[in-house]
């Protein structure tokens, strides 16, 4: 069973601030991790992915991978009111045509 | 980057009709395609993969006579809704995997929102 969990939030933030995102993800053999940005009526935009262990940096965004506790997280400094959107976790598990979708975080951030 | 095109963005139909939903691969080949459903405030849901010059695999639910699914070329997947009803209404949304990567990466088109009178 593959399986990818979220909270579904609202996480809510003051402009400025960090945001933190997790992804938990069931498969081990998981091989590639995805961070997508949703904003309301409009399709998945990629923000970056991981595949090491370890942090990612790519401007404001952050992703952290650990495999042994199978979490993937993305941090997002100095928040501001146009990130709120849905952040989706997808995991590239072994064996499957397409990635597998957590529900999504919705991440409102306030000025 | 890979880009990919949807067409209409937005379609009203009757009940009763058929529906085409284009997806388009522009600057790659896509040698599969997905196409998803997307009811408000709802997750992603995967409809079915689209395999160039093959039939389309349908997940479980997904009633393939009534969401015909076309592949006919590495840049050009088709989404026909027959029969459209209100409870059709829906973003449905196409992305595409580059021919050849293996990263999973999934380039998603702008999607394409139905509504059904």
């Known amino acids: 069973q593959k399986e990818v969990e979220q909270n579904s939030g609202p996480l809510s933030v003051p402009e400025g601030a960090i945001a933190s995102l997790n992804c938990t993800y069931s498969?081990?053999?998981?091989?590639?991790f995805f961070w997508y940005r949703q904003y309301s009526g409009k399709s998945p935009e990629l923000i970056m992915f991981?595949?090491?262990?370890g942090d990612k940096e790519d401007g404001r965004f952050t992703a952290q991978l650990n495999k042994a506790s199978q979490y993937v997280s993305l941090l997002i400094r100095d928040s501001q009111p146009s990130d709120s959107a849905t952040y989706l976790c997808?995991?590239?598990?072994?064996?499957?045509?397409?990635?597998?979708f957590g529900k999504g975080t919705m991440l409102l951030v306030s000025p | 980057g890979a880009v990919v095109s949807q067409h209409p963005s937005w379609v009203i139909c009757k009940s009763g009709t058929s529906v085409k939903i284009e997806c388009r691969s522009l600057?790659?080949?896509?040698?599969?395609m997905f196409w998803y459903r997307q009811f408000p405030k709802q997750s992603l849901m995967l409809m079915a993969t689209?395999?160039?010059?093959?039939?389309?695999?349908?997940e479980q639910g997904v009633e393939k006579d009534k969401f015909l699914i076309n592949h006919a070329s590495l840049t050009l997947s088709t989404l026909t809704v027959t029969s459209a009803h209100p409870e059709d209404s829906s973003f449905y949304i196409c992305s595409a995997t580059r021919a050849g990567a293996n990263t999973g990466e999934l380039f998603f088109g702008e999607g394409s929102r139905l509504t059904v009178l």
């Open positions: 498969d081990r053999g998981s091989q590639s």
């Open positions: 997808a995991v590239k598990v072994p064996g499957y045509s397409t990635l597998t």
């Open positions: 600057d790659f080949q896509a040698t599969t």
């Open positions: 689209s395999n160039e010059g093959s039939k389309a695999t349908y």
């Open positions: 991981i595949y090491s262990n």
